[in-house]
């Protein structure tokens, strides 16, 4: 008796494996195993099925969606059971509970006085407990100046994730004694900026941030130095497109740009000088020979730099240009 137990318990492992390394099998298959065609998925039967031939390679296949339909943005969002991911660019991670300021219940109906009352000293309450100590009132605070810094710079979502974690690894490895809270948020989200490959100049961060250009610069070296911040110097191509648009130039003159800083950078100018200088000074001189209608005035005026400079530059482009061309 106990042989045949153990003889019957074995037979259906191994059955059981054979069924898990089919079905496995099925699952890497990428081509029909009878003509070699293409295999598709039809979700709506569950069914995976060559497109040459017709053959159903596997059958009752797991939806792992959602059991409920939504046929609008709305509906969606009304019927997801799940919330916000976690994001580095708030101080608790986006996992603490927020009180909305709209004083209605559920069914939209509005609060009576003692009602708003108590929610207003819920609200003030559940503020004071978002931030337990002196280091999260320090994080909550820079993290809001880098959103606002970065809102009012044009820069996408994942700057702002990149300079909240520089700034958050500046606060645990203590850099901040000494130093301005904005300083060196303001540091965080130009470092993020070029790491991204959407630089802005040290004027346009200055103008936006609540610190001088000098603290600036002296606090962005520290934070890279200390932090070993991989940064390559700004290339002046990637201002190019901003430049462009912001001029409302056309696509042949962001074209001639790039070709006269790539022919700078073979001919060995572009070390040593200003990359927003030189890219204001290939957007002019492309759009001299592109005959598009662009003063030395609005470059300056979009490029936050001289005139002198662009004047300076751009002969040196054009020279460089033709002794490209030459060569």
């Not at 042989?3 to 259906?12: G, P, Q, V």
């Not at 009304?78 to 580095?88: E, I, L, M, N």
């Not at 609005?298 to 054009?318: M, P």
Request: charged share 30%; hydrophobic share 35%; proline share 3%.
């Amino acid at each position: 008796m106990p042989d045949t137990t153990i003889r019957t318990y074995s037979d259906e492992t191994t059955t059981e494996r054979t069924e898990t390394t089919e079905t496995t099998e099925t699952e890497n298959l990428t081509t029909c195993p009878e003509c070699g065609g293409r295999l598709e998925s039809d979700t709506e039967h569950g069914e995976t099925v060559c497109s040459a031939c017709g053959l159903v390679v596997e059958e009752d296949s797991i939806d792992r969606g959602p059991e409920w339909r939504a046929f609008d943005s709305a509906e969606r969002d009304q019927k997801s059971r799940v919330g916000a991911p976690t994001t580095k660019m708030m101080h608790d991670k986006g996992l603490s509970t927020n009180i909305g300021w709209q004083d209605k219940d559920a069914y939209g109906r509005a609060l009576s006085s003692r009602q708003r009352a108590k929610m207003q000293r819920l609200r003030t309450w559940n503020e004071r407990f978002r931030t337990r100590d002196s280091k999260e009132r320090n994080l909550k605070q820079a993290l809001g100046e880098i959103d606002r810094m970065s809102s009012a710079l044009g820069l996408p979502k994942n700057v702002r994730e990149t300079a909240s974690v520089i700034y958050r690894r500046a606060l645990a490895e203590d850099l901040l004694p000494g130093r301005s809270i904005e300083g060196v948020a303001t540091s965080a989200v130009y470092a993020a900026a070029r790491q991204a490959g959407t630089p802005r100049s040290l004027d346009e961060v200055t103008m936006v941030s609540r610190i001088d250009k000098m603290e600036l610069t002296r606090t962005y070296r520290y934070v890279v130095r200390q932090l070993n911040l991989e940064i390559k110097p700004a290339d002046p191509e990637s201002y190019v497109p901003r430049f462009a648009s912001d001029l409302d130039l056309s696509d042949e003159v962001e074209r001639r740009a790039r070709e006269l800083l790539k022919g700078a950078r073979e001919a060995g100018l572009l070390s040593g000088k200003s990359p927003v200088g030189l890219a204001a000074a290939a957007i002019y001189a492309a759009a001299l020979l592109s005959n598009e209608k662009v003063t030395q005035s609005q470059v300056s005026d979009v490029a936050n730099i001289s005139e002198v400079t662009i004047r300076n530059r751009y002969k040196e482009l054009l020279e460089a240009s033709e002794v490209t061309a030459a060569l």
